[in-house]
């Protein structure tokens, strides 16, 4: 069966300090992958979707950035937070191609003080 | 450009009444539609999806959902609610030709004893 791993759960980074969110796959492969930030525990924005290894699509002009080194792997990266950078991140993944669901990980709660 | 509007950003009902949460969506093409749920500080719970057949789809948990394609809506509902309903729920849509899964505000439901 399919899992997705998401870590770190909780992170809190000072301002300016960089970031590295990390999402694994497992049990399928050439998945379209995403990365979806959540604000006040209220409606998702997606940041970035990547259909292949080194494919990425930004949705929103940021302090963000994304890559994807392995087929089953997204990172999503900062090399200077902001503290509106903070809130719930979420990894996600999708059989390739159309009309399939997307299936979450758990999240990374961060916090940027 | 695809959206999705959840109108409702509470719904509030009695443990053993029916339940229903709204969602209208907007696509360029035909349209794959889902429903997600949310517990607190959680990655996103897939319940059910309609891609193409019978307008009603049934999902998990005893949830189903009726597509109509006129009204461009894709309500979810539930005959009788339990109090462990109580959670965020978010509608999702995803156009024939794209990859992003774009998903409404959100709709908190309380079921109450």
């Known amino acids: 069966s399919q899992t997705i791993h998401q870590w770190p759960a909780t992170l809190v980074q000072p301002v300016g300090s960089p970031l590295s969110l990390e999402c694994t796959v497992e049990?399928?492969?050439?998945?379209?992958l995403y990365w979806y930030r959540q604000a006040a525990g209220r409606g998702l924005q997606l940041l970035f979707y990547?259909?292949?290894?080194?494919?990425i699509s930004s949705e929103v002009p940021q302090n963000l950035s994304a890559s994807r080194p392995q087929d089953r792997q997204f990172i999503l990266s900062s090399k200077k937070l902001l503290l509106s950078d903070s809130g719930f991140y979420l990894c996600?993944?999708?059989?390739?191609?159309?009309?399939?669901?997307?299936?979450f990980g758990q999240g990374t709660r961060l916090t940027v003080v | 450009a695809q959206s999705v509007a959840q109108p409702e950003d509470q719904v509030n009902v009695a443990e053993g009444n029916p339940l229903t949460v709204k969602c209208t969506y907007s696509?360029?093409?035909?349209?794959?539609l889902f429903w997600y749920v949310q517990y607190p500080n959680r990655g996103l719970q897939f319940l059910l999806k309609?891609?193409?057949?019978?307008?009603l789809v049934k999902g998990s948990y005893g949830f189903e959902a009726e597509f109509n394609k006129s009204q461009t809506s894709f309500h979810l509902k539930k005959p009788s609610a339990l109090v462990s309903d109580s959670a965020l729920y978010f509608c999702?849509?995803?156009?024939?030709?794209?990859?992003?899964?774009?998903f409404g505000a959100g709709t908190t439901v309380t079921v109450r004893a």
């Open positions: 990547s259909v292949g290894i080194g494919q």
């Open positions: 309609y891609i193409t057949g019978d307008n």
């Open positions: 999702a849509v995803r156009d024939l030709n794209d990859y992003k899964l774009s």
């Open positions: 696509v360029s093409g035909n349209p794959y």
């Open positions: 996600a993944w999708s059989v390739r191609g159309g009309g399939t669901e997307a299936f």
């Open positions: 049990g399928t492969s050439n998945p379209n």
